[in-house]
DNA sequence: AATGAATGAGCATTCATTCAT
DNA sequence: AATGAATGAATGCTCATTCAT
């Protein structure tokens, strides 16, 4: 029915403000430093009424993952979906869809980062973290099958393909996660763009045949 | 004079003992998890002797950081001065020297890096965030003369330096961090090394010149 | 008219409902382990709609004692009334009538039992607990009547009516209790009906003339 | 050494008047209405200090049990160790041993019975509930053995004498609990001990040969 | 120098209850 | 009549940190 709909679409439309206000307290305070109640006041809702739409502190951190993770995962399958480039303007849609990510909400990916360790999160339910795992195959997979089809046309030397998009990744990760530590250090401008340009061009180069 | 000298050993002496617990306890808990009595049970001192040796929480930690950067610029400062050597060689070198400081202690290198975040480093005490500040330009400008040297002699494409070198920092620590994202998520085992190994092979290669 | 009755009918099945679920839930769960939401799914009923037949959660579980003094009222009246029996065989009926009470729905007597307090019964509103009140009158009354009987029969010790009908109730509750405690220390099996026997025996010994 | 000792003392000291705290406001509120605030307050100390001296608030409460339990077991094995008297005597002997541990701390024993429930207590380390288990045994055993005697000597009829301990148990227990029901009821005034005095006079006759 | 003791300030989470629909 | 949604108000417990001794 419509009515059963338009619950469905406000409820949604509430689990949506909840996670807005959830990355933006997550962003400027940081995991531990954010607490419920922060977030239930930048969503305007009590604290209890978080509770309604995520179990509980971790899930609601790890849906802003999942949903990064997931824009991610657009992304790069986009890149690789473009089978008309050659294999060095991929290589650059790619630091492109990259970017892209990163800021779309800056902070977060940090975040995202930075405790996405090892048990860090204790109280996942097994589905969400299953989830994330899935997602984190799936954009290493789609950086891997990008690299590989380079590789099959002869453009790229051969290498493991799935190590070659960890390191490109790695290389995002990393200097996403340096230039915030730069900044926490001197508050200087943001590089990250022309570095992870730069990046690419090396590894493109690098990788690339004679 | 002597008497003195032998306190102010002895009181280093103990700072150490309490940084080697610390180590222990954030590598297994991590910052969040670890607490001061944990830290002081394996110290076998009392919580409140940490704080005789250590400002506060933040700054053990930081301390901790400390020795890992310093440990990190003297193997990268030995690279550098291994002036002999070819760049390729330098450069696998520089790999080596990396690798060598994640094994002296790898959990602690995923825990300052995942630290070491804009907010924590602004709480440090002003000392404490300037030698990290200098030891992070330190390290960076190590890595960064040494690819300067392969530039002077025409082996390397003349890029800027400093960014290279972030370049080359990123990889190591968003591989480090990646590896130990993966363990939480699959307990696989580490593959750190050749993948770094391959990282600096492909980066060795891109910034070659011809 | 019929249309009234109906509706009233239903309503009191409905009522009926929610508490046939509430004793199962505060049986297994005990009065501060149960929460609404529980009661209500177990009823099939939303939360909210619990509020609609009972003011709130004590008036429910009230309402449940006082299910439980009606049985019981009714079957020592029953007990109370033979009187073609000979005063030891009634003794003996009241005891079986008592261990039916509790055959009826162990849990709950001892729920009963345990949360009948001082501080509790005087949250209730004044019907439900003039009701109760009234409920506790009528049991004790109906025990010291029939003890009465045995006393003006002349074959009873002649002591006041009521302390000794409190004692026989007091013998059942504590050993009620007692069993559920050693039940919890011990996993042990049940025993209350021989031990109810006998201290029934004991008593009706007791209190015989000569 | 004295300094230790004191050390020791005072530790004690402490401890003692958190359960005296403890008790007063159980005792008001019931544990379910008392908050490990009101007992600090109570106590003159911070919620935290609490925890230095007690693992939680089901210890707590746990922990004045204990000290009930302790407190009727050593009246009780008095009472069992004055073998000099008539069986008879030592019945009303016993009654009085049990009225003391209620006038004791009235309101505490009635916690204690009801909370003394299957599975309420939750998180009580082994140690202590094997204690209370240990003592609910030996306050049993105390009164079995004090009625086996008599058995011995030919007072008594020749029943099992730990079912006997359990009804003497369980009518003071259901008296207790009685009483307090009343008073939640009536605002009467205490009339546990004639009744008390009254139960047992009947269980002595009951029991008694010919 | 070392520490036993104490605590202030938090914080995630729960749940009985209400109310607009 | 029924309920989905929301929440106010708690509360047990933790921990970095201090300080008298």
Known sequence: MGIEERKERERQMRRQQIMDAAKKVFASKGFGGATMENIAEEAEFSPATLYLYFKNKDELFASLNLRMLQD?????????????????????ALEKALYEVYLEDPLNVVNVLRFQSRGRLKSLSP?????????????????????QEGVRQGAFLDCHPVAFAEIVWSIF?????????????DEGKDLLEPTLILALEIIGRGIMKN
């Open 173 to 185: 990760a990393g200097l996403v996660l340096n230039e915030d530590t730069k900044r926490g250090l």
């Open 127 to 147: 589905e969400l973290s299953g989830q994330i795992r899935e997602c984190t195959r799936q954009y290493i997979r789609a950086i891997a099958d990008l690299f």
């Open 72 to 92: 991610l995962i657009s992304r790069v399958e986009g890149v690789r979906d473009q089978k008309d480039l050659v294999p060095e303007k991929r290589i650059m």
